[in-house]
């Protein structure tokens, strides 16, 4: 018999939750002080949830502070070893300490754990850009249009390393796309016609050849 | 306008630390005109945290035998000289309005003699000391009175209520045999003879905790043997009639005998059946007198041992006492409300209209109709057949598919919970709108919206229909919704204002509902 016994749920973990939410709220605003507070409480509140380290190593690294940022991702680490957010902190810190390498590992390792994660991947791509090896990164990006059709700004980082690869097609493909989503981004619109000017030039040559 | 008198009962069994939380929170009602019965269930002495108090309103019954709540109650009732009452555990609290609320609806409107409130399930995690650290506050139950649920199951929880004394005078007092559901048991006896008033303010906080709760409720529904027993003990209690608010069903049992198949079916029947009835079995004495029939509410018909079906039938109608009648067929199969349906269908119909089962047949009639209509039928038309002796009568014999039955709106909420789960956003969206236009669990509909619009992506309409809700009556979870949907668009000052909310009621800081 369909009775509907309960109107809200179960959750234990509304406070929580609150305490998160606020921490969040403050940090987005740039109130790191308050956020700091939040985040602190919420920990006590759950000292096992990885949550409240991530958000304490979010303030450290907008506050520049990199030593308390990276022990605020070890800790979310060590309580949650599959938390992507402290795979992507972790990878920050090492990019602004300019190890390229180290910062572009942690930023695949979060997108092998989370492949939605917009920072780690635009971190993946600047690691990449720092390091000048592209063809690792052209996978999530790839992966992360899948579930993001219309990410204009992905689908631009995308159809530039397709072109910096020589696939010419493709990239213009996706331009397209790019531009009909978003007919104002002039990037898009500029190097549409860089690359449609270089495949008219490569067709040129072979009809000469 | 004179305050009448409420008498609030806390029953206590060793949970001294809790007590003095619980009692301070009826002492401090902003409701002067009450007394209030500490019931000490032979437990650890507490006569000194109820000294403490140093009120004259306060009455100590100290019980030297552990005897259980249902008698507490008594005891205490037995005593009790308010116009109403009301109860609350000795780890739950009120706040300061809980009386003068329920008291305010009870006296503006006389026709109810039950009122209840909204109340928060409190998640909390016990800590060294046994102080209770507060996790969540959740509004569990928030049912707009509901009889049929309420005779399938309770949904009033026994803190939010608060009733006539006098009321007990026809329900009987509590049920001391039983060991759980006992805010049931009464609740529903209740609900034969009045109408219950939902108060949509939340108005007291009930605790559980995240460790082993030590509730003697909460272990005796964890045996399920005990726990059947109990449902089944309290579906089959009829208070004395008349009833006020609940028609009497008798079902006749068309049968040869009662064997074998038909013990069966009779089980199916208790099984089934939540609604209120009573079974007649027209046979002759002899032959029931050799069954040993342990089954509650059944009653022989006793006929000769010639008499056609028909004949055993119209006596049967003859003795029944029920207000309704339903014709049971040998054979006929019983599943859940196989009956409630139909009698929702006659609470819900007109003179001359009956109503013939699901799964009835040609061969297997099974029909619910109102006594007088069935004894006209058959009186004028005693040599017909059941089915045409109702049609020469001028009744119309409809089908149940063709009319409401109870718990619609629980089957709607099912549903959309199932297009929710299916990522059917648009489509839960529209059957909660559907049930909105009914003036049913308003509050707890537009709950569903706003969670459905949020997940949908329909920002705009989710802080529409949350800025509703939450002038209305806020809890956590609706603060915490609305402040969610808050920062999807950008607007982080006001979500941080409703989380400040949602952290006040969840510390106990401020009742902004007041």
């Given at each position: 018999m369909d009775v509907v016994k309960n109107e809200e749920s179960n959750d234990s973990t509304q406070r929580y939750e609150v305490l998160m939410e606020l921490g969040d709220c403050h940090a987005t605003?740039?109130?790191?002080?308050?956020?700091?507070?939040?985040?602190?409480k919420a920990a006590s509140m759950s000292p096992d949830e990885a949550g409240p380290y991530v958000g304490l190593g979010v303030v450290a690294l907008h506050e520049n502070n990199l030593d308390d940022a990276?022990?605020?991702?070890?800790?979310?680490?060590?309580?949650?070893?599959?938390?992507?957010?402290?795979?992507?902190?972790?990878?920050?810190?090492?990019?602004?300490?300019?190890?390229?390498?180290?910062?572009?590992?942690?930023?695949?390792k979060c997108m092998e754990?989370?492949?939605?994660?917009?920072?780690a991947l635009l971190g993946l791509f600047q690691a990449s850009c720092q390091?000048?090896?592209?063809?690792?990164i052209i996978h999530y990006l790839e992966l992360y249009l899948k579930m993001h059709s219309a990410d204009v700004s992905v689908m631009f980082s995308l159809s530039a390393l397709y072109m910096k690869e020589g696939r010419l097609e493709e990239s213009k493909k996706l331009l397209l796309n790019a531009v009909a989503l978003d007919p104002s981004n002039q990037d898009a619109v500029n190097l549409l016609e860089e690359i449609e000017h270089k495949i008219s030039q490569d067709m040129q040559l072979e009809v000469n050849a | 306008m004179t305050s009448p008198l409420v008498s609030i009962i806390i029953p206590t069994f060793n949970r001294r630390l809790y007590l003095p939380c619980a009692l301070g929170s009826a002492v401090k009602q902003d409701y002067e005109n009450i007394e209030i019965f500490v019931v000490n269930d032979g437990g650890e002495d507490?006569?000194?945290?109820?000294?403490?108090?140093?009120?004259?309103?306060?009455?100590?019954?100290?019980?030297?035998?552990?005897?259980?709540?249902?008698?507490?109650?008594?005891?205490?009732?037995?005593?009790?000289?308010?116009?109403?009452?009301?109860?609350?555990?000795?780890?739950?609290?009120?706040y300061s309005n809980h009386v003068s609320t329920l008291v305010g609806v009870l006296e503006s409107n006389p026709d109810y003699h039950v009122a209840y409130s909204d109340l928060y399930?409190?998640?909390?995690?016990?800590l060294p000391d046994g102080s209770r650290q507060v996790l969540s506050?959740?509004?569990?139950?928030?049912?707009?009175?509901?009889?049929?649920?309420?005779?399938?199951?309770n949904h009033c929880l026994h803190v939010s209520l608060m009733h006539r004394r006098d009321l007990l005078e026809k329900t009987g007092l509590y049920n001391e045999d039983l060991s759980i559901l006992v805010d049931w048991d009464i609740a529903r006896r209740f609900a034969f003879f009045t109408d219950f008033y939902h108060v949509e303010d939340i108005t007291a906080e009930f605790y559980s905790s995240l460790e082993d709760d030590d509730r003697i409720s909460i272990k005796g529904r964890k045996d399920l043997g005990k726990y059947k027993k109990n449902v089944l003990a309290i579906r089959k209690t009829r208070p004395t009639k008349p009833w006020y608010k609940t028609k009497d069903l008798s079902i006749i049992f068309d049968t040869d005998e009662v064997c074998g198949n038909s013990i069966n079916t009779i089980g199916q029947v208790v099984g089934h059946t939540f609604y209120p009835y009573i079974l007649y079995i027209p046979m002759p004495a002899h032959r029931w007198a050799q069954i040993n029939s342990n089954f509650a509410n059944m009653i022989n018909v006793d006929v000769a041992e010639q008499v056609s079906r028909l004949e055993k039938i119209d006596k049967a109608l003859n003795e029944c006492e029920g207000e309704y009648v339903v014709i049971l067929p040998d054979g006929f199969s019983i599943t859940d409300l196989w009956v409630e349906k139909?009698?929702?269908?006659?609470?819900?119909?007109?003179?001359?209209?009956?109503?013939?089962?699901?799964?009835?047949?040609?061969?297997?009639?099974?029909?619910?109709?109102?006594?007088?209509?069935?004894?006209?039928?058959?009186?004028?038309?005693?040599?017909?057949?059941?089915?045409?002796?109702?049609?020469?009568?001028?009744?119309?014999?409809?089908?149940?598919?063709?009319?409401?039955?109870?718990?619609?709106?629980?089957?709607?909420?099912?549903l959309a919970i199932q297009k929710e789960e299916d990522g059917d956003w648009k489509k839960a969206i529209e059957i909660y709108e559907y049930l909105a236009k009914s003036s049913q669990n308003q509050l707890w509909i537009k709950t569903c919206i706003v969670n459905a619009c949020f997940e949908a992506g329909y920002y705009n309409a989710a802080i529409k229909f949350s800025e509703e809700l939450n002038n209305k009556r806020p809890t956590v979870n609706t603060l915490l919704r609305h402040a969610k949907i808050c920062r999807k668009m950008n607007d982080y000052s006001g979500a941080i204002g409703l989380l400040k909310k949602a952290e006040q009621i969840l510390e106990g800081k401020e009742l902004i509902w007041m």
């Open positions: 605003v740039g109130r790191y002080e308050p956020a700091r507070q939040y985040y602190n990276d022990i605020a991702f070890r800790v979310a680490y060590r309580l949650n070893n599959s938390c992507s957010k402290a795979f992507a902190g972790m990878a920050m810190i090492h990019q602004q300490r300019g190890d390229y390498r180290g910062a572009f590992d942690l930023y695949l754990l989370d492949p939605d994660n917009l920072t390091m000048g090896t592209f063809s690792k | 507490v006569s000194d945290i109820v000294n403490s108090f140093d009120d004259p309103r306060i009455i100590f019954i100290n019980k030297e035998e552990n005897r259980g709540k249902p008698h507490s109650l008594n005891l205490a009732l037995a005593k009790a000289t308010g116009k109403y009452v009301c109860y609350l555990d000795d780890d739950d609290i009120y399930k409190v998640y909390c995690r016990i506050k959740v509004v569990e139950v928030s049912r707009d009175f509901d009889r049929y649920f309420m005779f399938y199951f139909a009698t929702y269908a006659l609470d819900n119909s007109c003179k001359n209209e009956c109503f013939e089962l699901e799964d009835s047949s040609e061969y297997c009639f099974a029909v619910a109709a109102r006594k007088e209509d069935f004894i006209k039928a058959r009186n004028q038309f005693p040599e017909y057949s059941l089915r045409d002796s109702l049609n020469a009568a001028g009744l119309t014999v409809k089908k149940l598919n063709e009319v409401a039955s109870p718990f619609e709106f629980d089957s709607y909420i099912h």
